[in-house]
Each structure stands twice: as C-alpha cells, then as structure tokens.
C-alpha cells in the first residue's frame, strides 16, 4: 500500500511529498525545506516512521521545491534526479535566491536525469515519469498507475494551473501537457500539486475554469 505524507514548507507554501509503502522504503519529491526546523520535522518523521530514503526527487528547479536538496542528499546519502531540460533551471537558483531573501541556500547537484516514460522503483512501488512542461522547460509528474496517484508539482492545481510567466514558461504548452498527458489518466486520479490540496483529475476537468 502507498502511503504519502505531505508537508508544507517554506514562505512559498510548497508541499514537500514523502512516499512509501509496506516495506518502508521511500522516496522525497521535491524538499522545500528551508528553515532548519523545517529540515527536523522532514527527518523527524522519517526516523519516527522507520523510513529508507532510497531516491530524491524533483518535478522541477525551482526555488521553492528545491531548497532542501542539499540537506537531503547528505542526511540521507542519496542521489537526485531531475529531467535533463530543467537541470539549468536547478543550477540557476543560486543567482537569484538571496534576491528573495534565501541568503543560505545551499545548491545541490543532480545526479541522474529522468525522462518520459521512466520508471522510478522503490519497495513494492513503481512511479512512471510523465513530461509536463509548461511551468517549466523540464517539469515532470510522478505517477502511480496501480494506485491512482500522480505527484505533479506546478502543473494543475485545485481549480487553477500553474503560472507560465517564468523562463522558460509557456501558456499554451502548459495547456497541451494538461489535456494530453493529465487528463487521459482517468477522472478518478488524485493529483497531489506542488502548492495547495490535492484534488482529481475528474474535478479539475468539470470545475477548473483555466481549461472550460
């Protein structure tokens, strides 16, 4: 059984997602632990829980979604993947995050890339690599076919989408990943967004007023 915990971090209320199952091994998507009580209370519940970090990572480089990295990479020995178009957009936030008063982030590398159609395994679990860009050049979801899951960081949110005014941003791509790669999963499939709560696949068709 997948089980996924959802925290909130940083100024920017990003949602930090830890998943795992049965075995208790997991993975991280997306740190945005900034602060250092924020960083505890991710370790906290792994440790609380018994938990394995086996993999980290990103729906994308963004600052918000990925302060943490750093500190996760060397709690809990492990590598990063992102997709190989948004590693610029990673290497990046450390010319602006001071601008934004994130004075002490910390940049961390990647070390794998993940592309359409991967697979990312851990216990009993698998996560197919979606391409969603649009928010960003490289943006990825995670999901979860047997369980109906898809973790899709700033690409659909509870009635809204995510923003395309950012490098690298496109309205009308955004759009495409939505309807081409989002909506085919089936109406019963909870999206679990990079900021706000989760919502469905159905709902968002009927009622989000960005794709009437």
Do not use: W
């Amino acid at each position: 059984m997948l089980h996924i915990q959802t925290f909130t971090f940083n100024p920017l209320a990003e949602n930090t997602y830890v998943l795992y199952d049965d075995t208790l091994e997991c993975v991280i998507i997306d740190p945005g632990c900034y602060e250092r009580d924020e960083q505890e209370t991710l370790a906290a519940f792994i440790e609380e829980k018994g938990l394995k970090v086996m993999k980290l990572l990103n729906t994308h480089g963004h600052f918000d979604h990925v302060f943490g990295n750093a500190y996760v990479k060397r709690t809990f020995g492990v590598s990063l993947f992102i997709h190989p178009l948004d590693e610029a957009t990673l290497r990046s936030v450390i010319t602006y995050a001071s601008i934004y008063g994130f004075v002490r982030y910390e940049p961390a590398e990647p070390d794998g890339l993940l592309e359409e159609g991967d697979v990312v395994y851990f216990g009993n679990t698998q996560l197919k690599v979606l391409f969603l860009p649009g928010h960003a050049p490289g943006h990825i979801g995670f999901y979860a076919e047997k369980e109906g899951v898809l973790i899709g960081g700033d690409v659909l949110f509870q009635h809204s989408i995510g923003r395309t005014d950012l490098p690298g941003g496109d309205h009308q791509t955004l759009l495409r990943s939505i309807r081409e790669k989002v909506f085919p999963l089936g109406d019963a499939v909870k999206v679990y967004p990079g900021h706000g709560p989760m919502t469905t696949v159905g709902e968002e068709k009927r009622a989000n007023p960005y794709l009437q």
